[in-house]
């Protein structure tokens, strides 16, 4: 399974909102995917209505929510429909994307292995790289997990841009009037040495006899 600090392999997916979603397009914003075994499934099911409740939270930090399964957009629909989801789903029937990020594992169920979806869950930067991984999800409560970590992210990029553009320090803002101060003495005489000069006994020549 790719870590963070990983950069997330190209994809474009068929999306439940019409046309595809790729790695291209979402260039340049901060998202997640997180990826499930099947639609409509016990656990798949309690994971997404999570994420469909706390979708306003994700929305006001402007971090995108993508589902992906192997499941064909037909069987994405229904499952949209039937639990009011309330973000788009991605389909990864080749597994193209599943296999690349290493979650198309080895699973067993009743002494039965078969090959299947590790539940996982990526955040994508906007440099496309992967700044978390929560693999081996439990489902309940998962989508708080990851807008805590989303909150407390776009938080630090808020206090990294306010430093950016912070005004100058007092002193730094003093020195400039220290130095003219300087520079406007510079040549000119003290009291003292003007009163001297206005003191100062004329030469006289001696009479020659």
Same mark, same amino acid.
């Given at each position: 399974?790719?870590?963070?600090?990983?950069? *997330?392999?190209? /994809?474009? *997916?068929?999306?439940?909102?019409?046309?595809?979603?790729?790695?291209?397009? *979402?260039?340049?914003?901060?998202?997640? *995917? =997180?990826? =499930?075994?099947?639609?409509? #499934?016990?656990?798949? #099911?309690?994971?997404?209505? !999570? /994420?469909?409740? !706390?979708?306003?939270?994700?929305?006001?930090?402007?971090?995108?929510?993508?589902?992906?399964?192997?499941?064909?957009?037909?069987?994405? &629909?229904? /499952?949209?429909?039937?639990?009011?989801? !309330? /973000?788009?789903?991605?389909?990864?029937?080749?597994?193209?994307?599943? &296999?690349?990020?290493?979650?198309?594992?080895?699973?067993?169920? =009743?002494?039965?292995? =078969?090959?299947?979806?590790?539940?996982?869950?990526?955040?994508?930067?906007?440099?496309?790289?992967? &700044?978390?991984?929560?693999?081996?999800?439990?489902?309940?409560?998962?989508?708080?997990?990851?807008?805590?970590?989303?909150?407390?992210?776009?938080?630090?990029?808020?206090?990294?841009?306010?430093?950016?553009?912070?005004?100058?320090?007092?002193?730094?803002?003093?020195?400039?009037?220290?130095?003219?101060?300087?520079?406007? !003495?510079?040549?000119?005489?003290?009291?003292?040495?003007?009163?001297?000069?206005?003191?100062?006994?004329?030469?006289?020549?001696?009479?020659?006899?």
């Amino acid at each position: 399974m790719l870590q963070a600090g990983d950069p *997330l392999p190209d /994809f474009a *997916l068929a999306s439940t909102e019409g046309g595809e979603v790729s790695s291209k397009s *979402l260039r340049g914003k901060r998202y997640v *995917l =997180y990826f =499930y075994p099947k639609d409509d #499934t016990p656990g798949c #099911t309690v994971e997404a209505c !999570n /994420f469909r409740d !706390n979708l306003p939270g994700f929305s006001d930090i402007g971090a995108p929510v993508y589902g992906v399964s192997p499941d064909d957009i037909n069987a994405h &629909e229904k /499952f949209i429909a039937k639990h009011a989801l !309330n /973000f788009p789903l991605l389909a990864d029937p080749d597994r193209k994307l599943i &296999e690349a990020v290493g979650v198309w594992v080895e699973k067993s169920m =009743y002494g039965r292995k =078969y090959m299947g979806v590790q539940r996982s869950t990526f955040v994508v930067g906007p440099d496309g790289r992967i &700044e978390k991984v929560w693999p081996k999800v439990t489902p309940e409560g998962h989508a708080q997990e990851v807008l805590e970590y989303l909150t407390s992210a776009a938080s630090g990029d808020s206090q990294s841009a306010r430093a950016s553009i912070a005004p100058p320090s007092s002193e730094t803002r003093a020195a400039p009037q220290k130095t003219r101060a300087v520079k406007a !003495n510079t040549g000119k005489k003290s009291a003292g040495q003007r009163q001297k000069q206005a003191v100062k006994k004329p030469t006289t020549r001696k009479q020659v006899k």
